[in-house]
């Protein structure tokens, strides 16, 4: 088992910048490749962005790419999103995720079912 925690969330206005963290615990030399989701109000689960764990693969939305930014610095056992330029439209609970190596290569990870996930963070974005 992992066990994830996620900070950072909060109100940001248009334009600005955040950062969310991940903290992961547990089994974590299990897992292949990392991710970030959102879910706004009233609506469904959203794909971010994901990262592998030991190499330096990324996966973007269209709707971030060029905005937002994923990193994981496996020494602490913690996951990033760097939101920078963000727009009202971003304002969602942002939950942190991992999953382990079952035979599916990474790519088109909002396809993909992951196996851990966080409670999530609030990020409200004013316009």
């Known amino acids: 088992q992992v066990q994830l925690v996620e900070s950072g969330g909060r109100l940001a206005q248009a334009g600005g910048s955040l950062r969310l963290s991940c903290a992961a615990s547990?089994?974590?030399?299990?897992?292949?490749?990392m991710a970030w989701f959102r879910q706004a109000p009233g609506k469904g689960r959203e794909f971010v962005a994901a990262i592998t764990r030991n190499e330096d693969s990324t996966y973007y939305a269209d709707s971030v790419k060029g905005r937002f930014a994923i990193s994981r610095d496996n020494a602490i056992n913690t996951l990033f999103l760097q939101m920078n330029k963000v727009k009202p439209e971003d304002t969602a609970v942002y939950y942190c995720a991992q999953r382990v190596w079952r035979g599916e290569s990474f790519g088109r990870e909002e396809r993909v079912s992951y196996d851990y996930w966080g409670q999530g963070t609030q990020v409200t974005v004013s316009s």
């Open positions: 547990g089994r974590t030399f299990s897992v292949y490749a």
